[in-house]
């Protein structure tokens, strides 16, 4: 079994995972191969442990494939249990489903390929291509998409003229646009929707793809009535290349604007760049992708991934078939041969290659949902790829179709989908909403600049600078009101200027300017009157409440502790000078810790309010600490350009970085955060909400980002709802993301101890299907102690050849099947092969005929072997019938070593470890299993595939030196043992 985590914070590898080396033949390939049945037996090799109220966690989940059974079993190691505790087993993702439509008038003897759709809500219109393998037509389907969970047909729509060959369709206002190969643009009036009248037709043979721009005027330019309405139009030409019209809706006149020669075009994206407001048109070209500048119509450049990336070879031509551009900066690139590419065009005359996700071939188009990439993947279903590190695409799932994926198109209503052209299985649709929670909720415009959230029953309480506190009425999260606002009508205040607030047992205390003011809050929490103004010199930052005491944070006299029970003092009980730009506090037991802006983290001893002590104080240069929270031994700081820091304050005056996350937010500007459970919220002055998990410490990881209008500056959550601010005044509010939701539950026995380190449990499995699981452990009391996210069950792994040398090993125990090298040899197909053992220097060899010659030997687990492929192959199948533990694999392989050169390969998964810096299975960790019986020099190298290059690790005497990389279950490495 393989598992994978996706969307949390631990990586668990893939299903399947290809990486594709560019270039010359004397390459090597790297394999990952993932291996899993249904139903399987799990082990997990780790250790659970225990707290006294058994809120404990588990560090690691290493999955192996044990043995094929009915019985799903889970093994739990740890020591101090003493108590029972339950596992269950929840269906995660959803599956595709066909959702139609059937055509009544459809022969049986015929095919037909759904090839693209657009839509107007309700109705859907998509071409669809018939053959009987003599003949074919083209005609168009209405489709009613009111319930997308029961599509149905309305209407089959075949105009006279249509040729056999329809390309694209697009709906614009209440036209109907389709290309015709042969024809050309063909427009159809829809203001009746299932009675399309034919408008117009642009003769324009080749005719491929379209694409519909804004409104550009309103006026009469071209001898066109006065008042027409007129978009522009894009219309990629096989032969002609793009040409860009001036379409005048109501006359149905297109006047040609530009052209632009280019040979075989493909698919079209249309972006004005953020800075300069050109307008560039992108163009898939086979070849390559052309970027072309609308105001002059010329070629401003060609993206030639090949020499993006420095290989010169001919023998790989790209194949680029879709691009898409996303964040208004970079193009995704669609090679239907190799892949996914991603090109930086802030500076179009000077694109970059910055990321890339080698892929199976037949990629056909692209689009994007969220922080995902969706890539419609022909007869492989659709790729869900994982895009928020632009720099790192990961492939996280791919989804079987049942037919062949040819378009995607995302739809948001109340229920997020994509709809799926699939071939002659008709459409398909995959809910996004279980891949990813999305949030709503309501939204508020207020006068000020707003500065402070604080929520309290019912209400929320703005602090707006200016504009006084605005009182919101949240008893309607999707409706809030303005309840009222406190500032100098009804305060009395010379001046105003709230900057922040918090709220205790219907106690409001408010920062206005350098005054610390007092008002009691009626017992609903809707009415505020002043009680008390503290008078000071020193302008408030922060303002934080625990207990009997509040912490207020002023810039020249620091961290200030007042007694406010049983009524607020009018002077500190004590003070302790905090640097000289502190930002916030956060208080969490008997600690202060306060965010000191370019002076790092500040940590105070609060034991005593009277005499405050200083702790450790420790800067993070660059970065500007502009907000601290705290959970557990770990404080999270936000640092505005410089994303997010974890810090392990477990001791005090050894404060270390552990984790943190900068690529992510290299757009935007973070200056609040608040914990929620095992999520981090941050406000992005750019992007609004960003959400990570922390439930691993050391690795946070963005789970997804939830769009704010005018981004969001201070945030607060609660157990609900987020809520959200920004500096213009806008108020929002959001529903806090819920786990994905359980389907299929199954009941785990109660487990007994095998022995005082073990317990063990047995899921039914025998009637799961095939799809993707969550493992929640619980304790006695339903207490969820960890929840692994998104494990595949599938029946085997696949592995692709490509052309030149591979290197790898057999993931795991060698059935019989595949036990000797013919046999292994014969499960390939589509080109010749020769396979030999490093060691031995035997050959085998087999040739697209099935023939095999040359040596038979065995094949064996742990073993690297060399295979060189004439051509790239399909992807080949392989399983094993076990995993080994990595210790055991270890072992097993360390005790086979020799002295001088050793070819080999592990059967396990690479796991991280709690500290980022160290992973338990990396090669400097594990010389002295390498190193054994007495033998001080062990040399390793492993084939980086991204760069070319190999890199090498050293180990002398219990030091180690050079690269410390990891090791990967099926990748092969050279031993060097003296």
């Given at each position: 079994m393989a598992a994978t985590q996706i969307w949390t914070h631990q990586k668990q590898g893939g299903s399947l995972l290809f990486l594709r080396i560019f270039g010359k033949p004397a390459f090597l390939l790297m394999f990952l191969l993932f291996l899993t049945f249904i139903p399987p037996l799990i082990y997990l090799a780790d250790q659970l442990a225990a707290a006294e109220d058994f809120t404990a966690r588990i560090d690691t989940l290493e999955p192996h494939i044990m043995t094929k059974s009915d019985d799903h079993l889970v093994t739990v190691r740890g020591s101090g249990l003493d108590q029972v505790a339950r596992v269950i087993l929840t269906q995660s993702l959803p599956s595709i489903r066909n959702v139609g439509p059937d055509e009544d008038d459809l022969p049986k003897y015929f095919t037909r390929d759904i090839k693209t759709f657009d839509m107007r809500f309700p109705y859907l219109y998509a071409i669809a291509n018939y053959s009987d393998g003599k003949s074919s037509y083209s005609k168009v389907l209405i489709i009613d998409v009111s319930d997308p969970n029961n599509l149905k047909l309305k209407k089959t729509f075949q105009y006279p003229g249509f040729s056999n060959s329809l390309q694209d369709i697009k709906v614009s206002d209440d036209y109907l646009l389709i290309t015709d190969f042969e024809k050309g643009l063909w427009v159809f009036d829809i203001s009746n929707p299932l009675l399309p009248k034919q408008k117009i037709l642009l003769p324009d043979p080749s005719a491929y793809g379209i694409y519909v721009g804004d409104y550009v005027s309103d006026n009469d330019k071209q001898g066109v009535l006065a008042g027409d309405k007129s978009r522009l139009l894009y219309l990629t030409n096989w032969k002609s290349g793009l040409k860009i019209y001036k379409w005048f809706i109501t006359t149905a006149r297109f006047v040609l604007l530009s052209s632009s020669p280019i040979i075989s075009p493909y698919n079209l994206d249309v972006q004005i760049h953020p800075s300069t407001h050109e307008c560039y048109i992108y163009i898939a070209n086979g070849k390559s992708a052309k970027i072309i500048s609308q105001s002059s119509g010329a070629v401003i450049n060609s993206i030639d991934v090949n020499r993006l990336l420095g290989q010169n070879d001919s023998s790989y031509p790209p194949n680029i078939v879709d691009v898409k551009i996303k964040d208004s900066r970079y193009a995704y690139i669609v090679d239907s041969s190799f892949g996914l590419y991603v090109i930086d065009v802030n500076i179009p005359e000077q694109p970059a290659i910055v990321g890339r996700l080698p892929l199976p071939s037949g990629r056909k188009s692209i689009t994007f949902w969220e922080n995902l990439a969706l890539v419609a993947a022909g007869s492989s279903g659709i790729d869900l790829i994982d895009i928020s590190k632009p720099s790192n695409p990961v492939l996280r799932h791919n989804v079987s179709t049942q037919g062949n994926a040819n378009f995607i198109k995302v739809e948001d209503g109340k229920e997020a989908y994509a709809l799926i052209a699939n071939g002659n299985n008709g459409l398909a649709l995959l809910s996004l909403q279980l891949l990813l929670p999305k949030a709503s909720g309501g939204h508020l415009f207020m006068e000020g600049d707003i500065w402070d959230i604080t929520i309290a029953a019912d209400y929320a309480y703005i602090s707006a600078g200016e504009k006084g506190l605005k009182v919101i009425n949240l008893k309607d999260p999707w409706l809030p009101r303005l309840e009222y606002s406190l500032d100098k009508a009804n305060t009395g205040w010379d001046q105003v200027k709230v900057s922040k607030c918090c709220v205790q047992k219907n106690n409001l205390y408010l920062a206005n300017g350098s005054n610390l003011c007092l008002f009691s809050l009626s017992p609903d929490y809707s009415l505020a009157s002043l009680r008390e103004t503290i008078r000071r010199d020193d302008a408030i930052q922060s303002l934080s409440l625990q207990g009997d005491y509040l912490y207020l944070l002023s810039l020249v006299k620091g961290l200030q502790i007042f007694q406010i029970t049983p009524c607020l003092s009018r002077s500190p009980s004590g003070a302790v000078r905090v640097g000289s730009m502190p930002q916030e506090v956060t208080v969490q037991g008997n600690l202060a810790y306060v965010a000191g802006g370019s002076e790092g983290l500040w940590i105070i001893d609060v034991t005593n309010p009277a005499k405050p002590q200083k702790i450790s104080q420790k800067s993070f240069s660059p970065a500007l600490v502009l907000d601290v929270e705290v959970k557990g031994d770990y404080a999270y700081l936000v640092n505005g350009s410089y994303g997010i820091s974890v810090v392990k304050v477990a001791e005090k005056n050894n404060l270390v970085i552990i984790g943190s996350l900068v690529e992510e937010f290299q757009y935007d500007y973070l200056q609040d955060c608040a914990i929620g459970g095992d999520f981090l919220y941050a406000a992005g002055q750019s992007n609004g909400i960003w959400v990570m998990d922390i439930s691993r410490p050391s690795s946070p990881v963005v789970l997804y980002n939830i769009a704010v209008m005018n981004g969001a500056n201070f945030i607060f959550v609660d157990q609900n709802y987020i809520y959200a601010a920004n500096k213009f005044g806008g108020f929002d509010i959001y529903l806090v993301p819920k786990a994905l939701p359980i389907e299929r539950p199954c009941q785990a026995a109660e487990g007994s101890f095998q022995d005082p380190n073990c317990l063990r449990f047995r899921l039914p499995l025998s009637d799961l299907p095939a799809g993707w699981y969550d493992l929640?452990?619980?304790?006695?009391?339903?207490?969820?102690?960890?929840?692994?996210?998104?494990?595949?069950?599938?029946?085997?792994?696949?592995?692709?050849?490509?052309?030149?040398?591979?290197?790898?090993?057999?993931?795991?125990?060698?059935?019989?099947?595949?036990?000797?090298?013919?046999?292994?040899?014969?499960?390939?197909?589509?080109?010749?092969?020769?396979?030999?053992?490093?060691?031995?220097?035997?050959?085998?060899?087999?040739?697209?005929?099935?023939?095999?010659?040359?040596?038979?030997?065995?094949?064996?687990?742990?073993?690297?072997?060399?295979?060189?492929?004439?051509?790239?192959?399909?992807?080949?199948?392989?399983?094993?019938?076990?995993?080994?533990?990595?210790?055991?694999?270890?072992?097993?392989?360390?005790?086979?070593?020799?002295?001088?050169?050793?070819?080999?390969?592990?059967?396990?998964?690479?796991?991280?470890?709690?500290?980022?810096?160290?992973?338990?299975?990396?090669?400097?960790?594990?010389?002295?299993?390498?190193?054994?019986?007495?033998?001080?020099?062990?040399?390793?190298?492993?084939?980086?595939?991204?760069?070319?290059?190999?890199?090498?690790?050293?180990?002398?005497?219990?030091?180690?030196?050079?690269?410390?990389?990891?090791?990967?279950?099926?990748?092969?490495?050279?031993?060097?043992?003296?």
């Open positions: 929640i452990f619980l304790d006695v009391e339903g207490k969820i102690i960890r929840k692994y996210q998104a494990l595949q069950f599938e029946e085997q792994a696949y592995v692709e050849l490509r052309a030149g040398l591979n290197l790898f090993g057999y993931p795991g125990k060698v059935p019989d099947e595949n036990s000797t090298s013919w046999q292994l040899l014969n499960s390939f197909a589509g080109a010749a092969y020769s396979l030999w053992q490093e060691s031995s220097r035997q050959v085998s060899y087999w040739l697209p005929h099935n023939s095999s010659s040359g040596d038979m030997f065995e094949i064996r687990d742990g073993q690297a072997y060399l295979l060189y492929a004439r051509e790239d192959s399909p992807p080949v199948s392989l399983s094993a019938d076990y995993f080994y533990p990595f210790e055991a694999a270890l072992s097993r392989i360390g005790s086979k070593l020799t002295e001088g050169v050793n070819w080999i390969s592990f059967p396990i998964e690479e796991q991280p470890t709690e500290d980022k810096e160290a992973f338990s299975f990396r090669v400097f960790d594990q010389f002295s299993g390498f190193a054994a019986d007495g033998h001080k020099l062990v040399g390793i190298d492993r084939l980086n595939t991204w760069s070319g290059k190999w890199e090498s690790a050293y180990g002398f005497y219990n030091r180690c030196s050079g690269r410390n990389f990891p090791i990967r279950r099926a990748e092969g490495y050279r031993v060097f043992r003296y």
